[in-house]
């Protein structure tokens, strides 16, 4: 990692393994990033807590299968920091501080707050951390000055505020935080293989990285098509069909995608033909990460280093920049 390069920040909360949607949205755009800036990658248990406090039996396993996953898809640890939320506890302080230059009014219009809301059926019945979570982002961002932050477009709510948190402190105090810039995803979201809005370990409609071929398999067979379609010589739509939206992405082979997508409009194929294809493909692009998957679980007891050695280097960078913002808010007495 280098003072030269800019920083950038990104993570994952350890609820699970990571699936497909995740290598699209975020983990490919990672491997690339992770040559051109110093990039800190967050495990969020901190965030994990806001929504699935109860849960916590399984934390450590998760963390560490959230860093397995890191890995076996090309993340390198000596390229850039892994750390564990929680082993930062400059972030925690900076939440309280930044908190005083956010309203609660501001806070409930985040958009992604509201769907949270919403879809736990929480109503005015959330806890006070699932509120402020926004806040802990703007410092999980923020605590290392970064300037970069790749998001999916229903994440930018997020990096306006913490854009808009940086130049009130900035102007209330000291010029010492960066405004960062968002990195949109170009493909934000993989729909789930129910057809029912994203993939996601909640609804229960993911193809994980460590799946092995045979889930896999049984998986895109049952994956929802066009529900218009009750034969193969009916005529069949491709576009929004998740079935050609998967094979868009892992199918390489052009001249056989557009052949298939020739042929379902005319009711010239089948379904279980065009997804024994997809069957082969994604199997294809999950080998070499299941293979890198066994090669790390046989020196298991590393992964504890690597969070362990890039939890210390985080907090110190971390520790720099609140000494800073203390001290702008004078809060440094001595």
Known sequence: MSDKKKILVTGDRPTGNLHLGHYVGTLENRIKLQDSFDCYFLIADLHMLTTHQDRVAHL??????????????????????????????????????????CSVPRIQRIPTLKEKITSMNLNDNY???????????????????????????????????????ARRFNSTYKNLLVEPDPMISKVSRLVGTDGQGKMSKSLNNSIYLSDPEKVVKKKVMKMFTDPNRTSADIPGKVEGNPLFIYHDIFNSNLAELEEFKDRYKRGKIGDVEVKDSLVRNINNFLDPIRQKRSEILRNKSEILDIIIEGSKRAREATRKNLELIKEAMSLNFK
């Open 60 to 101: 450590k396993d998760n963390i560490i299968e959230l860093v397995v996953d890191w890995m076996s898809v090309g993340l390198d640890p000596n390229k850039s920091c892994f750390y564990l939320q929680s082993k930062i506890p400059e972030i925690s302080e900076l939440t309280v501080l930044l908190s005083m230059l």
């Open 127 to 165: 806890s006070l951390g699932l509120l402020s979570y926004p806040v802990l982002m703007s410092s999980d961002i923020l605590a290392f000055n970064a300037s970069v932050v790749p998001v999916g477009e229903d994440q930018l709510s997020h990096v306006e505020l913490t854009r808009e948190i």
